[in-house]
């Protein structure tokens, strides 16, 4: 039986990125893309927990089923296995998204928020990103890095818990070479514009200037990145387990606890 | 200089459980309460990225400055970060959340979506949940819990990028027990009821059945709670380094991949 490969983004079912990806993903299986009907940046694992969600066919593509709704990228992978799906899906794929998702924007990101749901669903998800917002990107330099991840992911599958964060560098043609990575340690800085609306009321908008805390570590996503090569970063749904150690004096101060 | 405590909800400015734990909060230092202007349930890390955010002072409730946002949970902690705070805050305190963040509602959370902000920020935070959803809920019985933690997070401090997520059951009078716990592995079942509209197009609403994964194991936070006890869950924000020597494939996929 052909691999059952679904596939959600963050920039909407009309987006150049996520038709890029199922050009490649055919081949490999059979394809469902359930995407959102508008972009939805900047989402990451937000669900839509009191109105109504819409789930739309639309017309095939190169072989794909292809769905919108009218909801986040999660609640796109949700409403998938749920209503759409025939059966449990192989792999699940996000992307390719306008713009980088490494570093620190890996937590708002809703291409991997989509991702990291099919990972805490159980299946083995990658996210793809390309570092470029333009709407008419040039995603063929994506493609044998999509190719190579995707094959290697349905032979080898990945731990449970554990999803891929793929950031490929916008350079004209493909990488040469594919780095394991970590996220690199990042901050924004000063994150709003601030304006006064005609009756004296503050508001503000996102922007400010992204910030390399660890330039030099080349161990990174954006050390690869800044050097021509693509990224792939594990990361990693819930790892409170490993995490209790780290604070040693958690278990101490809940035994020394008095109501 | 008595510490800077910076305060967060999903559940609105309105709502009795940031109020129930401001109470607390005022005795430990100077608190300022930057919360959305509405519910945002389910938001996660959700960031505005495209709209304006309004920041509207609101009166000072015991002794705590207060504001609302037009945004999302991580909207008002980088919002209240960038331009509400005098400096940088010593501690972030969000809750106290109507409702569960246990087990895998804390990917969901825009409770813990707000800590997790605050940790991403560098900024020791923790997250506090009661497990009843009621607007009118007894806060009361969190008060030791609070006052426990929030005196150990200022004076131990957190490991850089771990915030703790801490749960309370609702039993009608303060737990006797914290127990430092692991994220229980659960998933949901039967996500959505299907409606038809009156042009014949199907749509959803989010519901469902929680299921424990491991009802066994003693060392999750849902064990703590369904025996009365609260339960605190240090939570990694970016675990990718720890991540990548458990995928044995991935060295050397990166390796053989040809453009």
């Given at each position: ?9 963050d ?8 038709h890029a ?15 959102p ?10 669900i839509?927990?009191?109105?109504p969600?819409f789930?739309i ?5 190169n ?17 998938a ?11 699940i ?7 980088s ?5 890996v937590?708002?990101?809703g291409?991997m ?19 470029d ?8 330099q994506?493609d ?19 999803c ?11 990488v ?6 970590v ?11 601030e ?6 009321r503050?508001?503000?908008f996102?922007?400010?200037d992204?910030i390399?805390?660890e ?30 150690p ?8 809940c035994?020394a606890y008095?109501?």
């Amino acid at each position: 039986m052909r691999p059952l490969i679904l596939v959600s983004n963050d920039d909407s079912i009309h987006a150049s990125g996520v038709h890029a990806l199922i050009d490649r993903l055919v081949k490999f299986g059979d394809v469902y893309a359930v995407c959102p009907d508008a972009p939805r940046s900047g989402q990451s694992m937000a669900i839509t927990v009191s109105e109504p969600l819409f789930l739309i066919p639309q017309p095939d593509y190169n072989g794909a089923r292809m769905y919108k709704v009218s909801g986040t990228p999660v609640d796109c992978i949700k409403l998938a296995i749920h209503h759409v799906v025939p059966r449990r899906p192989d792999i699940i794929v996000t992307g390719i998204n306008h713009g980088s998702n490494a570093s620190i924007n890996v937590l708002y990101s809703g291409t991997m928020g989509a991702a990291m749901e099919g990972c805490a669903f159980g299946v083995p998800s990658v996210g793809f990103s390309l570092t470029d917002h333009a709407e008419d990107a040039d995603f063929s330099q994506c493609d044998p890095v999509v190719d190579h991840i995707v094959e290697a992911v349905l032979k080898n599958g990945l731990p449970q818990g554990v999803c891929l964060n793929v950031n490929m560098p916008s350079i004209g043609h493909p990488v040469t070479e594919l780095r394991a990575a970590v996220g690199c340690r990042a901050h924004w800085t000063e994150e709003y514009r601030e304006y006064t609306d005609p009756h004296g009321r503050k508001f503000y908008f996102l922007t400010g200037d992204f910030i390399n805390d660890e330039p030099e570590n080349e161990s990174t996503d954006l050390w690869a990145l800044e050097h021509g090569f693509a990224s792939v970063v594990p990361v990693a749904v819930d790892r409170s387990e490993e995490t209790i150690p780290t604070i040693q004096w958690l278990d101490e101060a809940c035994r020394a606890y008095r109501p």
